[in-house]
C-alpha cells in the first residue's frame, strides 16, 4: 500500500523557518521524482519545488527562502522554508510526479 505521510506544519511568525518531511513508503522512492506543493484557500494548487535524483528546481515565488531535498535511505523528502512570509500560508503536499500518490497535506501558517 503506497503511502505518503507529511508532517512538520505548523504556525510561524513572519520571518520564520519551517522544516516539512515527507514519509514513502509502498513504491520504489528512489526512481521517482517528487515535488511539494502548495494550496492557498480560494488559490489553485501550485508546485513549490522539485526534487529528482541529480537535480532540483524552484518556484519563482520560493527561491533563495526554500530548499527541497531527500534522503533515498529514509524514504523521505524535505522542505526546508526561510524567511516564511504571510503569502506562504497554505496546505503543503507532497507527490510522486507521474503517479497518483498525493499526501494528506499539512497546513503551514505564516502570521504575527
Known amino acids: 500500500q503506497v503511502q505518503l505521510v507529511e508532517s512538520g506544519g505548523g504556525l510561524v511568525q513572519p520571518g520564520g523557518s519551517l522544516r516539512l518531511s515527507c514519509a514513502a513508503s509502498g513504491f520504489t522512492f528512489s526512481t521517482y521524482a517528487m515535488g511539494w506543493y502548495r494550496q492557498a484557500p480560494g488559490k489553485e494548487r501550485e508546485l513549490v519545488a522539485t526534487v529528482t535524483s541529480i537535480s532540483t528546481k524552484y518556484a519563482t515565488s520560493v527561491k533563495g527562502r526554500f530548499t527541497i531535498s531527500r534522503d533515498n535511505a529514509k524514504n523521505t523528502v524535505y522542505l526546508k522554508m526561510n524567511s516564511l512570509k504571510p503569502e506562504d500560508t497554505a496546505v503543503y503536499s507532497c507527490?510522486?510526479?507521474?503517479?497518483?500518490?498525493w499526501g494528506q497535506g499539512t497546513q503551514v501558517t505564516v502570521s504575527s
Open positions: 507527490h510522486a510526479h507521474n503517479t497518483e500518490y
